[in-house]
C-alpha cells in the first residue's frame, strides 16, 4: 500500500518599504563603510584608515579621541604612540591605562599651547605608568610651555653669545638654525615654545 504525497505549500513573505528601511538603519556600520567615512570627514588616508577600523573597540577608541579635534592629529597620536606602546606590553585598546578620554585633553593642551609636543609625550607616559587627570599633572608638575618671549630671549642671547663659529655657519646655511633650537629647547628643558623659539632666532640671526 502506497501513502500519497502532497507538496509542501509555499509560503511567501512581503516586507513593505518601511520595513526594510528601519531594517537598513538598525544595521551595524560595516568596515569598509567606516574606512570609507574616516577618510571622508577626518581627511586620512585609506591606509590609516584601515587600521583604525581594524577591530571596533580601535575604531570607537580613535571617533572618542577625534571628535571635535583634528582627525589627522588623532589618527597620528592614536597608531604611533597608543599602538606602539599598546604592541610593545602585549595589551590592547580595551586595556589601555590611557584612555580616549584622556589622550584627548593631551591633545587639547598641544592645541591650545599649554604644552608642546615633546611635553606630551612626557605626560602620555605619566599618565600610562600613573595615570590620573593630565591637565591637573601638567599645573601640579609645572610641565606648561614657556611662552614668555623675554625668558626665551635671555637663553636664546646666551646660547648666541656662546657659539659665534655656529652664528656664522647659519648665517651662510639657514638650515644650520636648527642646531640652535635644540639647545634652546634643551637649555628650557623641552619646555620653551618651539615657535616663538623659530621666531627669535630668525631675528636674532637676522635669518
Known amino acids: 500500500m502506497t501513502t500519497a504525497t502532497f507538496p509542501m505549500p509555499i509560503c ?46 580601535t575604531a570607537d577608541y580613535f571617533e572618542t579621541v577625534a571628535k571635535g579635534r583634528d582627525g589627522k592629529t588623532a589618527a597620528n597620536w592614536v597608531i604611533n604612540e597608543l599602538f ?11 586595556s589601555s591605562p590611557v584612555s580616549a578620554a ?39 608638575r609645572g610641565m606648561k610651555q614657556v611662552t614668555d618671549v623675554g625668558a626665551i630671549e635671555k637663553v636664546v642671547d646666551e646660547i648666541i653669545a656662546k657659539n659665534p663659529d655656529k652664528v656664522a655657519d647659519a648665517k651662510s646655511n639657514p638650515k644650520a638654525i636648527g642646531w640652535f633650537v635644540g639647545q634652546v629647547m634643551k637649555s628650557s628643558g623641552g619646555k620653551a615654545s618651539p615657535q616663538a623659539v623659530n621666531d627669535i632666532l630668525k631675528r636674532k640671526l637676522g635669518l
Open 12 to 57: 511567501w513573505l512581503e516586507f513593505d518599504a518601511a520595513y526594510v528601511e528601519a531594517l537598513k538603519k538598525n544595521l551595524p556600520e560595516l568596515p569598509d563603510e567606516k574606512k570609507a567615512r574616516f577618510m571622508r570627514a577626518f581627511s586620512l588616508s585609506a591606509y590609516d584608515s584601515g587600521v583604525l577600523v581594524a577591530e571596533r573597540e
Open 84 to 94: 606602539g606602546r599598546l604592541n610593545k606590553e602585549g595589551k590592547n585598546v580595551a
Open 102 to 140: 584622556q589622550l584627548g585633553v593631551v591633545l587639547d593642551l598641544i592645541k591650545d599651547g599649554t604644552i608642546s609636543g615633546k611635553i606630551a609625550k612626557d605626560l602620555f607616559e605619566i599618565v600610562w605608568n600613573e595615570g590620573g587627570d593630565p591637565r591637573a599633572i601638567v599645573e601640579q
